[in-house]
């Protein structure tokens, strides 16, 4: 089955699958990774520190960005006021590369360092200050979906729902919320894209997110930190490719008793069905 390119604001994605820069053992094996994946879309944090690895190599020497989009990101931000001074320098950084993602941005205004969950009050403020500047803004927020709403009402290009805490591998704790997430944002605009961001540990996570009715799964420590990160690239692009073919196709309702695949007609010989009674 064809299916259409991921749309978020101007941007047009071949992939469904964003991934990220950090926390790979060095950048070679980051570049291969990303190759492997198939997206076409890299998110990075916007902190000068972070545009280098333990060897002080420069990630964005190891990235294509003629061929690739870069989404940068607010990534260790506490605050609206922060979030919007990173949101800005990303957009300097990616202007003087000639990137085409200079004018979007992953929005994470987080409440606190141990469940890095987003603020959300904060990430409304920077929400509505971003968009009157003119960004395009990609909301991390928890997978609550009246803020999910409210973000998507101040203007942000994409929702961005966690399915679990930012690393821990846990993936989607709560798909009813996400299911109405979706329902709701959906209903009011059938294009509106929801990205499940955060918390995805392997490939059948991304297959349950697209299952769901996600547009697109964001993830980075489930490749960076797998055992076989180039394996696991390779599983996550094939991941989200069956759970977005298996959305599109619809699954078959569950059923408490079996139905049996082939037709009883024409058989040779057909028995009565035992009944289940006691004598």
């Not at 989404?71 to 590369?97: F, M, Q, W």
Request: net charge negative; glycine share 8%; aromatic share 4%.
């Amino acid at each position: 089955m064809e299916d259409s390119s991921l749309k978020i604001g101007p941007f047009e994605l071949n992939s469904r699958l964003i991934v990220g820069s950090g926390r790979y053992e060095n950048a070679t094996m980051m570049r291969q990774a990303l190759d492997l994946s198939g997206s076409d879309c890299i998110t990075v944090a916007i902190r000068r520190e972070r545009l280098h690895d333990a060897y002080g190599d420069n990630l964005l020497d190891h990235i294509d960005s003629e061929q690739t989009i870069l989404l940068p990101n607010t990534a260790g931000c506490y605050s609206a006021k922060d979030a919007v001074r990173v949101a800005h320098l990303g957009r300097e950084i990616l202007r003087a590369l000639g990137n085409p993602g200079a004018d979007w941005v992953k929005l994470e205004c987080l409440g606190d360092s141990r469940t890095l969950l987003p603020d959300p009050i904060s990430t409304l403020e920077a929400t509505k200050l971003l968009v009157a500047d003119g960004f395009h803004v990609l909301c991390y927020t928890t997978d609550d979906p009246v803020i999910a709403r409210r973000l998507k009402h101040a203007g942000a290009a994409a929702v961005m729902p966690a399915g679990s805490p930012i690393g821990s591998g846990q993936g989607i704790l709560n798909p009813n919320n996400i299911r109405i997430i979706l329902e709701y944002l959906k209903n009011e605009d059938p294009e509106y894209p929801v990205i499940v961001d955060a918390g995805i540990g392997t490939a059948s996570d991304v297959a349950q997110a697209m299952e769901l009715g996600a547009d697109g799964v964001l993830l980075n420590t489930a490749i960076a930190h797998a055992r076989q990160p180039l394996v696991m690239a390779t599983a996550m692009r094939h991941a989200m490719l069956a759970g977005r073919q298996a959305f599109l196709a619809g699954r078959i309702p569950k059923r408490l008793y079996a139905a049996a695949s082939s037709p009883m007609e024409g058989v040779i010989a057909t028995h009565p069905f035992p009944r289940n009674e006691t004598k």
